[in-house]
């Protein structure tokens, strides 16, 4: 409101993007919501569906002992990162949108059919 995030919205999105294995929640970065508004604008309106948001150190730990491709420090660790879909949009167009946008990391996983966005340097993967 004004050009200022609403403390009350984003204490409702912090409860609703934590840790869904353990209950914890973090303060999500607010620019990821930023990415995310400028991609549905990019792709089309649709809806996001959150595959992870926050993830607490232990649920971290026990996905990278579950998979290469979870970092020991993921910045979902520190409620810099999302991985989403939106629905009408091809993940991979998507994920072309991101890159476009530089707005932080981009990550493509085709093969479970989502993009994983940060708020960290630009890089995609």
Known sequence: ERGAYLRDALASINALLRDFRTGDAAE??????????????ACGA???EVISAYRSPRTNEMLRGRSHGVAKNSLHTQGRAIDVRLTGCETRTLRDAAIALAAGGVGY?????FVHLDTGRFRAW
Do not use: E, M
């Not at 996983?109 to 059919?113: E, L, N, V």
């Open 28 to 41: 999500i970065d607010p620019r990821l919501f930023d990415t995310l508004h400028a991609l549905n604008l």
């Open 46 to 48: 649709g809806t996001f």
């Open 109 to 113: 996983y085709a093969a479970s059919d």
